[in-house]
């Protein structure tokens, strides 16, 4: 599965922001699609997830109850809707994808950067 990550940008704080990632060739390896963020100098952090097919997404701490995850299978498109942005969610936000059973995800999108400043 090839992703391309995408809706990135500049925002003040407080605004919002939705991200996507645009899944082509097979869902095969879709069966968890996460994101994860990196800011500069900082490691990649796990931002939320969800299985492709069914379930409620996870969140980290840090941006539970202002990030969404949704997806539309039609378009085999994963989106996180962020809201409440803040100076410290400025990072590369990249989407990727594991198959079931794996405990790696092995097909990682480019990465959308996305800045929250005033």
């Known amino acids: 599965v090839q992703l391309q990550a995408s809706g990135g940008g500049l925002v003040q704080p407080g605004g919002s922001l939705r991200l996507s990632c645009a899944a082509s060739?097979?869902?095969?390896?879709?069966?968890?699609m996460g994101w994860f963020r990196q800011a500069p100098g900082e490691e990649r952090e796990f931002v939320g997830a969800?299985?492709?097919?069914?379930?409620?997404?996870s969140y980290s701490d840090s941006v539970k109850d202002r990030f969404t995850i949704s997806r539309d299978k039609s378009k085999k498109t994963v989106y996180l809707q962020m809201h409440n942005l803040k100076p410290e969610d400025t990072a590369v936000y990249y989407c990727?994808?594991?198959?079931?059973?794996?405990?790696?995800?092995?097909?990682w999108g480019q990465g959308t950067q996305v800045t929250v400043s005033s």
């Open positions: 990727a994808s594991k198959p079931r059973g794996e405990a790696l995800y092995n097909s």
């Open positions: 969800t299985m492709w097919s069914a379930g409620s997404p």
């Open positions: 060739g097979s869902t095969f390896g879709m069966y968890v």
